[in-house]
């Protein structure tokens, strides 16, 4: 079983919708989550960091789940520059390395 | 505060010769990551540095790869006699002295390695 999954997609939504992503980790040691945005070619960007309270940056929602080991990321009135692959990723407590899941591409159509 | 800076951004090699990839953090990071993305395939991680010394190379393929992390200089990502299948984006990423678990990694543009 992958440490980090996803559902690879693609998920194809017209602009303005709502679209949500779920991924989960097998590793209960993992203690802190990220989700990051890949254009194609591109090199990784932090989208934003999860926190177990749940957090919010504009259109954007990510939650935590400890109990079913799930992350999840929510986007609001999606725009056409919201195309890209949407990568989870989860660092293991007390290391340093980043466990990348393998992304879910989302394609927002006109 | 430049960003993480790898160079070459694109690098093509004939099979069975070196590839040598190169990796400067960002200002005041002392943590170095490389990573593998292979065509249509998530980021894999390859090994973790800090300043000269080799924390964590538990994905690093056991033979022709190697990493280093000098006092002085760029991080370096060396694959001796390359193959058809080293072909890929090989990204590197830094991060600050951990201040606790939620410090994020900040990536470069990456090196494409193309062997042919």
């Known amino acids: 079983r992958k440490e980090v999954e996803q559902d690879p997609g693609p998920f194809n939504v017209p602009e303005g919708a709502t679209v949500a992503f779920n991924c989960t980790y097998s590793?209960?040691?993992?203690?802190?989550f990220f989700w990051y945005r890949q254009d194609c070619r591109k090199e990784p960007k932090l989208l934003m960091s999860?926190?177990?309270s749940g957090n919010e940056d504009g259109r954007f929602t990510a939650q935590l789940n400890r109990a079913s080991q799930y992350i999840s990321l929510l986007i609001r009135d999606s725009k056409l520059s919201d195309s890209a692959t949407y990568l989870c990723v989860g660092k293991l407590t007390g290391t340093y390395k980043y466990i990348f899941g393998t992304g879910t591409r989302l394609k927002v159509l006109a | 505060n430049a960003g993480v800076m790898q160079n070459p951004r694109h690098l093509v090699r004939r099979r069975g010769q070196e590839a040598r990839l190169r990796c400067s953090p960002m200002k005041g990071h002392s943590h170095v990551y490389w990573y593998r993305q292979l065509p249509e395939e998530g980021l894999k991680f390859m090994v973790y540095l800090q300043k000269e010394n080799i924390i964590d190379e538990s994905g690093m393929p056991k033979e022709r790869f190697s990493a280093e992390f000098p006092k002085e200089g760029p991080s370096i990502l060396r694959i001796q006699q390359v193959v058809r299948g080293d072909s890929a984006a090989y990204f590197c990423?830094?991060?600050?002295?951990?201040?606790?678990?939620?410090?994020?990694?900040?990536f470069g543009q990456g090196t494409r390695l193309t062997v042919v």
């Open positions: 990423a830094s991060s600050p002295l951990i201040q606790g678990d939620g410090t994020e990694a900040f």
């Open positions: 999860v926190y177990s």
């Open positions: 590793n209960s040691a993992s203690q802190s």
